[in-house]
Every structure is written in C-alpha cells, then in structure tokens.
C-alpha cells in the first residue's frame, strides 16, 4: 500500500529533511551537477539530460564567466550554489538560437540540479498536461514506480532584467501549480539567469 493510499502526506518528511540539509549547506559551497543527470535522474534520458545541460551553458553564457555563484533560496534559508559549466561552441549556441526555448530548458537543469542538492529528490517522469507542473519527483533510490507518492515540480526560466521579475515569475507560477492536479504539495522552482537566483518554494494543496 503506498503512502497515498494510507493517506499520509509524504512531502513532510522531505520537508523536515530539506530544513535539516539547507541548515547543513549554508556551512558549506554547494556544487550544482548539472552533468550527467541521467544517471542520478530516471525521469531524463541520455538525450533530454545532455540538452538540457546544453540549454544551460548556452543561457549561462549569455552573463557570466564559469564557475558561476547562484543565491539559491527556499523557506528555509539561503546558500550559495556553484554551477561549473564550459562555454558551448559556437554550434551549440546556433541549436539553442532561441531564447525563450533555451530559458526554459536551461531553468530546467538548474532547478532540477537544485533540488537533488537540497531536497534529494529526482526525476522519475515528465509530468501530464493540466497537472499544473512539468516533472514528478521521488527521493533518491526510492520505488521509482511509485506515481502516487510523487512531488510535482514547476519550473521556469528568467533570462535578463530586474531581480523582482524572478519573484513575479514564483507567484505566478504557485497560482498555476495550485491549480492543477494532484493531492500533495508540490514545488515551484524558478532561475533568473543574469540575476543569478534560483528560487525554490513549497506549494501546499488545499484539502
């Protein structure tokens, strides 16, 4: 019987453990890996997981000089999060012409490289239309079959402007994961590119 069945909330654990684990990071340098994701994410496959890294440096590159320090936020704190990436070539860059698209794309490597650092949840599937969220999420080395207990992860991508617009983008993005379906809680996580943030926040669903 999963814990759905058994009517438990099973974020609340993760939760308890996030607190525990950003408590530990904000000691420390965190190292988002943002390479290689297939093998630690079920959820991605050689070719999404290398795109998405590709996406990644290609946004990145648009700001910044590598390595490249991110303020990473959630309820429970701040820390600072190293991305190191290499600049992409020149052919990359031409693939990942176009800007929203390769925002997009790119948030979603760092977010998900985020909450593997943080929550030690990883992708297991894309998520379905009208879910409110573009990924399910299950701890590390749990039943990746299990679809019933899985996190909802919202993800999106700023690439220029004032730091405010990364907040605008969260709320928006909390409206619209509430929104959809599913009985637990769920994350939002949004990047802003030249600002270097990226913003976690916990969305609790209304019973």
């Known amino acids: 019987m999963s814990a759905a069945d058994q009517g438990e909330n099973p974020f609340e654990d993760l939760e308890r453990a996030a607190e525990e684990e950003f408590r530990r990071l904000m000691e420390q340098r965190v190292v988002l890996l943002t390479e290689d994701m ?52 020149e052919r990359t860059r031409r693939a990942w012409a176009n800007q929203s698209v390769t925002t997009e794309h790119g948030a979603s490597a760092l977010v998900l490289a985020a909450v593997e650092a943080v929550f030690g949840l990883v992708a297991i599937s894309r998520a379905e239309s009208l879910s409110g969220a573009d990924y399910l999420l299950v701890p590390m080395d749990s039943d990746y079959g299990d679809f019933d207990a899985a996190v909802r992860l919202e993800i999106s991508g700023v690439d220029s402007g004032p730091v405010r617009r990364v907040y605008e983008r969260v709320r928006r993005k909390i ?33």
Request: charge should be negative; charged fraction near 20%; include cysteine.
């Open 38 to 89: 297939a093998q630690r994410h079920p959820g991605l496959s050689e070719a999404v997981a290398a795109g998405l890294s590709e996406a990644a440096q290609v946004c990145l590159a648009r700001h910044h000089q590598p390595p490249t320090t991110f303020r990473l936020e959630h309820d429970h704190g701040i820390i600072e999060a190293v991305v190191e990436w290499e600049f992409p070539s």
């Open 175 to 207: 409206t619209q994961v509430a929104r959809g379906t599913g009985r637990y809680p769920a994350l939002v996580g949004v990047v802003g590119f030249d600002s270097r943030r990226i913003v976690l926040e916990t969305v609790g669903v209304a019973e």
